[in-house]
């Protein structure tokens, strides 16, 4: 069982920067990758990075590459969304997942656990 808690969410303007944490607990942290995905009004759940256990590979949307950046601290249980240059098209409630999978996935079936979630609006 694992239990996940994301923060930093909050209201910024186009352009601006949010960096999000997500907490784990309850296994080893380093044992699985971590994702995160974003779900905007009407929409489907969508990938936005994910990072592989050691933290050494990482890979993103197409849509947020060169903006987002994600990390973790495997000492700290925590992993990060750094997010730059904001559009209000990233409006949304994100949440991070764990999944067993070495390197990670694009896919929202193969991750097993869920936070509930942190809202990110961006005003134009």
């Known amino acids: 069982q694992v239990q996940l808690g994301e923060s930093g969410g909050g209201l910024v303007q186009a352009g601006g920067s949010l960096r999000l944490s997500c907490a784990a607990s309850g296994r080893t942290f380093s044992s699985y990758a971590m994702g995160w995905f974003r779900q905007a009004p009407g929409k489907e759940r969508e990938f936005v990075a994910a990072i592989t256990r050691s933290g050494a590979t990482t890979f993103y949307a197409d849509s947020m590459k060169g903006r987002f950046t994600i990390s973790r601290d495997n000492a700290k249980n925590t992993v990060f969304l750094q997010m730059n240059s904001l559009k209000p098209e990233d409006t949304a409630v994100y949440y991070c997942?764990?999944?067993?999978?070495?390197?990670?996935?694009?896919?929202?079936?193969?991750?097993?656990?869920w936070g509930q979630g942190t809202q990110v609006t961006v005003s134009s």
């Open positions: 997942a764990t999944t067993n999978l070495v390197y990670g996935s694009r896919r929202r079936a193969d991750y097993d656990y």
